[in-house]
């Protein structure tokens, strides 16, 4: 199929610089997203109003970012025509932004929920019980960046594997959270604000894992979406 | 640009005839999904336990339609090479099958959330609460879907929105949810049952609005997201 012609050499060596490119950005917004939910969930454990208000305030260049990726990736699409892998990789891009930016999304309610408490001069104590269920989603999510950087299928399935935890962890924590709400009724509002912040990472959780599966997906060229994880990887229970 | 050799014809009309049966496969998808969403409000607003199991349990046909219609774009990307305004057609199917499904993942969460209820054998009185949210629900993703199926830019405008009242509506439940949690703690649990299913039926609005923000970007050919919309459309409130 290479038919290496001094031209077709040229224009293959441009294409990759253009994929590499992309790649490079949708990096950089994985990045600035994995800011977004560390900065949500220290301004929620440590009470740290400004850097909830940086969180609250951040999500333009997540936003902006994604429409940018989706352009070039319409116009590689456009211009370039590729097949096979390559179209795989511009296809996997376009679902990954859109999975990146709701991340981001769910990132900025915690920024916009820690402020919302602080406005009202109520006590954060209870945001500490999202602390174990804030590492897995944070574990996740960086997790679910490294297999698209490094584009490794088998990572990503077990990295897919953990969201079994984060969902165990989410589930236990809301049965707590109806309890004290029982117990304490006048403080209903804020544990529901702990509840919903939960939530929001519960979600990051799901997005993380749909990211992985665009991942495995492009590198093993079989579509995971809807399917028995257990039946796929062997997951490590030590 | 319209070179009309017999050959190109004959290509042209078998690429127009694939394009048209994957569109005609989203619909076919949108149908399916939107029965969903109006069997989730009925089995919740006539504590109908059939019709919840219903719900509750037809979420493959729908994963298994996105799975498919998702392969076919792919193929299609590979094969024939799109440009222009097809290609752009073929973009926003594969995303807008990605909120159809997830509209289907809440609706199932609606027969879910019943049959538990039924399970516990607590009163399902408070879910008529949901009447009027659920109708602007339904109206928004029946009028996405025909603006989908239409291509009509205009109307997708109009239905984004719409948006704004579901999240109105949405809201001011919420606040009347923790009044009553507050005045009736005991009753929590089923309470928060209610919340649940407002949020995933806020949710299945704001997928609704993605699929309109597809529509005007293959349309017009700009992008709609995180852009103020009372800008861009003059919305009748008469």
Redesign the interface.
Known sequence: MHNETPLKGHISKRFDHELEDIRNRVLTMGGLVETQVNNGLKALLESDSATAKIVAESD?AI??L??EI??R??QI??RR?P??GD??LV?AI??TI?DLERIGDQAEKLGIFELELIDEGASSSQFVKLEHLGTLVSNILHNALDAFARMNAEDALLTIAMDSKIDGEYEALQRQL?TH??ED??N??NT?RVSWCARALERIGDHATNICEYVVYLVQGR?V??TDYASLTQTNDD
């Open positions: 333009y936003n902006s994604e429409v989706d352009e990736c319409v699409l456009a025509q097949t096979a179209l795989r296809v376009i679902k859109t109806i709400m029982m009724p006048r209903i509002r529901l579509d979406r809807h």
